[in-house]
């Protein structure tokens, strides 16, 4: 199975000030097709996993452009440009290259 | 709009079964795969099953091989996660999932508790 790994696992942010998560597959996720299938997810505190980033760099509809996505290969970085109040949750990357699909830990989001 | 409704959770005795059901609304259901990703309590999110759209392949996470089984009807726009022999380690709140490789749609999640 390929492993996730993310750090920081707790990230406590400034409001205001940029943050960065990193997350690093235990194989290459280029899948077969040319694509690379990495997405990363916000599940606030007592919601459902939303996403935010799809295929690494990708912002679904309504996703602020403080939020991007980058990478390639093994190694992937979620950044947040200027954090906000609402950017409080836990974060996840996930890979759906190769089956079984596979979570990162998660990384927890909280204000300082 | 896609929404995903789950339902089918509840208090199950270890070795017992529980079948978890989601309904899909808002979109072409019998094109999309679906998953069900689980969360036990505390803990983070834990891939379970897929199946692509048409029903011909299922994919299933070891530790839950043998044990649950995901099938779909698309004639009612249903996805199912049949859970036999329950172990305690079951105890997540299940989560329908829209896309094979998206993960782009989640429902609310049902929660299932297997204790004695």
């Known amino acids: 199975d390929v492993v996730m790994t993310q750090s920081p696992l707790s990230l406590p942010v400034t409001l205001g000030q940029p943050a960065s998560i990193s997350c690093r597959s235990s194989q290459s996720l280029v899948h077969s097709d040319g694509n690379t299938y990495l997405n990363w997810f916000l599940q606030r505190p007592g919601q459902s996993p939303r996403r935010l980033i799809y295929?690494?760099?990708n912002r679904d509809s309504g996703v602020p452009d403080r939020f991007s996505g980058s990478g390639s290969g093994i190694d992937f970085t979620l950044k947040i440009s200027r954090v906000e109040a609402e950017d409080v949750g836990v974060y996840y990357c996930m890979q759906a290259t190769h089956w079984p699909r596979t979570f990162g830990q998660g990384t927890r989001v909280e204000i300082k | 709009e896609a929404q995903l409704l789950e339902s089918g959770g509840g208090l199950v005795q270890p070795g017992g079964s529980l079948r978890l059901s989601c309904a899909a609304s808002?979109?072409?259901?019998?094109?999309?795969?679906m998953n069900w990703v689980r969360q036990a309590p505390g803990k983070g999110l834990e891939w379970v099953s897929g199946i692509d759209g048409s029903a011909t392949t299922t994919y299933h996470a070891d530790s839950v091989k043998g044990r649950l089984t995901i099938s779909r009807d698309n004639s009612k726009n249903t996805l199912y996660l049949q859970m036999n022999t329950l172990r305690l380690e079951d105890t997540a709140v299940y989560y329908c999932?829209?896309?094979?490789?998206?993960?782009?749609?989640w429902g609310q999640g049902t929660k299932v508790t297997v204790s004695s």
């Open positions: 999932v829209r896309g094979v490789g998206g993960f782009d749609v």
């Open positions: 808002g979109f072409p259901f019998s094109i999309y795969g």
């Open positions: 295929k690494v760099s």
